[in-house]
């Protein structure tokens, strides 16, 4: 693959019919996210569809902000959480049942071998959709029905139900990318039945193999060189996770004073891991006090 092709999406369309698409490819940023995790392959490569889906699903949307899949189950997979902001920035982490120490139990890594969504997640799984817009207090959140075997069904039933669009998407993860690819009827266009199976029957030839290893121009080459197709410029996608200092010192707060003195007298100081990134952060004694010194002042302030 061309190195300017890794962790980008590509945008395409077909100047000759009503369908556009998209590619991704997360390489260096998909292992950053699998830097401090240990998955099994089933929930390591799942987490990647929905990385890639997220990717695919945010840059069809005009907003600014951020996209978040969260699947909650109560099978062997109890949650999967992806975020991916309007800037292409994006996050994810898995959490299994009956985890010791963030490893599987043995038996529970036998039952994990395929990629079925319900074997995974357990039949009562749902998948929720949430946008939201900076500067905005409302957000959207949409239900994606978990009623097909993998990820790119289950969302292009969730397009066509709630946006009435058309879609074919194929995703593939494995340990070193995790790829996707999207086709969609433009919106405002009506379907033109003959051209859209001839898109989809030729993007059905993809294998999982080729999309993460070929690149967005040779993919394109290879199932529609006989159309006529314009290939954008790539947009940069890359792993960066939201956490900082500020933000654990903000949820320290909401525990409240008497909590944290609590933790503090039980362990000398405060550790606190970030699920998505495993960046440690640490609060001793003093660090502590001055959590709750401005909130402290700020009172002061109003009782004069």
Known sequence: MKQTDRDSLHRFLFEQMPVRGEIVHLDASWRAAMEHVDYAPAVRDLLGDAMAAS???AS???FKGALTLQLQGEGDLKLLVVQCGSDLNLRGL????????????????????GRDIKSLAGDKARLVITIEQDGEDERYQGIVPLEKETLAECFEDYFLRSEQLPTRMFLAANAETATGMLLQVMPGHEEDQAA?????T??????????ARLDAETILH???HEDDVRLFES?????RCTCSRERIADMLRSLGEKEIESILAEQGSIGVSCEFCAREYLFDAVDAAALFVDSVTASDKQSH
């Open 222 to 224: 290879r199932l529609y």
């Open 60 to 62: 069809t949307l005009k």
């Open 94 to 113: 898995a959490r299994l049942a009956d985890e010791v120490d963030g490893l599987m139990l043995e038996d529970q890594q036998s039952r994990i071998e």
């Open 55 to 57: 990717v695919l699903m």
């Open 235 to 239: 947009a940069p996608v890359a792993f």
């Open 202 to 211: 030729l993007g059905e030839t993809i294998t999982g193999e080729e999309l």
């Open 196 to 200: 859209w199976q001839h898109v989809t």
